[in-house]
T-cell receptor
Framework: DVKVTQSSRYLVKRTGEKVFLECVQDMDHENMFWYRQDPGLGLRLIYFSYDVKMKEKGDIPEGYSVSREKKERFSLILESASTNQTSMYLC??????????FGSGTRLTVV | AQSVTQPDIHITVSEGASLELRCNYSYGATPYLFWYVQSPGQGLQLLLKYFSGDTLVQGIKGFEAEFKRSQSSFNLRKPSVHWSDAAEYFCAVGLSGGYQKVTFGTGTKLQVIP
């Protein structure tokens, strides 16, 4: 089974902190994605990557950046966390033959 | 740009009753359509997908969905709901290629009562 692992299930950070959310997939997928999920808004795409060192903005990239130094790892970075970034963050990977697989999510609270 | 509408935020059904969750999409070309399920505290799991061919698609856990191009719809159905089906369901549409950028609906939360 393909696995997408997010390093933390729950995180609490202070306003202004730099926050790293890590995601690792074990199936050699080309594509990786970061979404945030908020009640009533569904999933919104923050950033995605089709290859190592390659990234593209999604629908809501402001306040976020990403890093993909290795194919299996895709990191989401909150440069200076704010309370409106309190949310559930979901990582996913996909390939042409397999489709999307999601991680279990990281619930981030910024206080 | 593609978009997805799930008009029902919350649905309650009795165990054993039939279920239909609505999904309408907007996309200029042939869409790639998906239904995902999310149990509380979990990530999303793929129920079924439509790329082409037979417009009635069978998925896991006894779910099916029908693609109706004339109505721009991809409704999810199940003939008899089980208590374990209580979850949130997301419809999604993808660009051609299917497994690249996907746009999700806002979700429908299903409650199952005994």
């Amino acid at each position: 089974d393909v696995k997408v692992t997010q390093s933390s299930r729950y995180l609490v950070k202070r306003t202004g902190e730099k926050v790293f959310l890590e995601c690792v997939q074990d199936m050699d997928h080309e594509n990786m994605f970061w979404y945030r999920q908020d009640p009533g808004l569904g999933l919104r795409l923050i950033y995605f990557s089709y290859d190592v060192k390659m990234k593209e903005k999604g629908d809501i990239p402001e306040g976020y950046s990403v890093s993909r130094e290795k194919k299996e790892r895709f990191s989401l970075i909150l440069e200076s966390a704010s309370t409106n970034q309190t949310s559930m963050y979901l990582c996913a990977s996909s390939s042409a033959s397999y489709g999307y697989t999601f991680g279990s999510g990281t619930r981030l609270t910024v206080v | 740009a593609q978009s997805v509408t799930q008009p029902d935020i919350h649905i309650t059904v009795s165990e054993g009753a039939s279920l239909e969750l609505r999904c309408n999409y907007s996309y200029g070309a042939t869409p790639y359509l998906f239904w995902y399920v999310q149990s509380p505290g979990q990530g999303l799991q793929l129920l079924l997908k439509y790329f082409s061919g037979d417009t009635l698609v069978q998925g896991i856990k006894g779910f099916e969905a029908e693609f109706k191009r004339s109505q721009s719809s991809f409704n999810l159905r199940k003939p008899s709901v089980h208590w374990s089906d209580a979850a949130e369901y997301f419809c999604a549409v993808g660009l051609s290629g299917g497994y690249q950028k996907v746009t999700f609906g806002t979700g429908t939360k299903l409650q199952v009562i005994p």
